[in-house]
């Protein structure tokens, strides 16, 4: 089953998985612009009601390609959308960064797309890869989903803490919240492992968002030390990195021509993360734009 298919399947079939009530309730797949993200919705809103739960389409297909039920999937849609999504966080508790700080994670976005973000929330630009810092929000109390808000400059006032503190305590967490997951190209195709990858893919267990792997805490020296010196990071999607030992075999120029088919190509446009291949030195231990 394609996305298309499965968009039409979760469209015609959502009200099989809901309550009696939403019999007559108008089911609808919608864009969904935010400042930093782009995705189509499925909404069931009943006769009546003003606004309704949204979920992501593209989340939930990327699950199903990682072998997840289309039962189970469709039965947690339901259950979301019946969740009315705190989206608002608590202004009460930007008062008390302590129960904040285990909530917060990093994000990694493209700096071209996010200009108005960069002017009003902290952030840290690596060549055209945009850091901003989040804070997590629960759909419920089963957790059968997430939500989050972006940190901005003037909720950092509120917070009383500095952007520096903001940022260290975001990368320090988000392991915590997202399990990363680093795996052979081909454990991640086949499910069969490797004993030598020479190439990996660097993501998160919830198949979200999980570029941010890259940049937690250890993990790319975890990569150079598996691979035994440098490497090439190539931002395939905001979901997932791969990454290439660098040992002369393939170059760089080889590596950015094959990101730049597979964005034109392959990975849907509001999940294009960069144009730009990246290096990470061993000896400097730092990641850079390649030459």
């Known amino acids: 089953m394609n996305y298309t298919k499965f968009m039409s399947f979760a469209k015609s079939h959502i009200k099989d998985y809901l309550p009696e009530e939403y019999k007559d309730a108008e089911v609808s797949l919608m864009p969904v612009k935010k400042l930093d993200e782009e995705y189509i919705g499925l909404t069931v809103k009943k006769e009546g009601q003003i606004s309704a739960p949204i979920v992501n389409i593209k989340m939930f297909f990327r699950r199903f390609q990682e072998n997840e039920t289309i039962e189970s999937l469709m039965e947690e849609m339901a259950r979301l959308l019946q969740t009315e999504p705190p989206m608002v966080l608590d202004p009460e508790l930007l008062g008390h960064y302590d129960q904040i700080k285990p909530l917060l994670f990093i994000r990694v976005s493209s700096a071209e797309k996010g200009e108005a973000i960069i002017l009003d929330s902290p952030h840290q630009v690596i060549g055209d890869l945009l850091i901003t810092y989040h804070i997590y929000i629960s759909a419920g109390a089963n957790d059968n989903g997430w939500f989050s808000t972006r940190v901005t400059n003037e909720m950092l006032d509120t917070l009383k803490v500095s952007a520096e503190t903001l940022a260290l305590d975001a990368y320090i967490n988000t392991p915590k919240l997202f399990t990363p997951k680093l795996e052979s190209l081909l454990e991640a195709v086949t499910g069969e492992p490797e004993e030598d990858p020479k190439m990996m893919v660097v993501s998160n267990g919830d198949i979200a968002y999980g570029a941010n792997a890259l940049f937690i805490p250890g993990m790319m020296e975890d990569i150079s030390k ?66």
Do not use: C, W
């Not at 035994?228 to 950015?256: C, M, Q, W």
């Not at 290096?279 to 390649?290: G, P, R």
């Open 226 to 291: 598996r691979f035994g010196g440098n490497f090439f990071a190539i931002p395939s999607s905001i979901h997932e990195f791969i990454v290439v030992v660098d040992d002369g075999r393939v170059t760089g120029t080889e590596l950015k021509e094959m990101l730049k088919t597979a964005n034109q190509t392959v990975v849907e446009p509001e999940d294009i993360l960069s144009y730009q291949l990246y290096h990470y030195d061993s000896t400097t231990k730092e990641l850079n734009v390649a030459a």
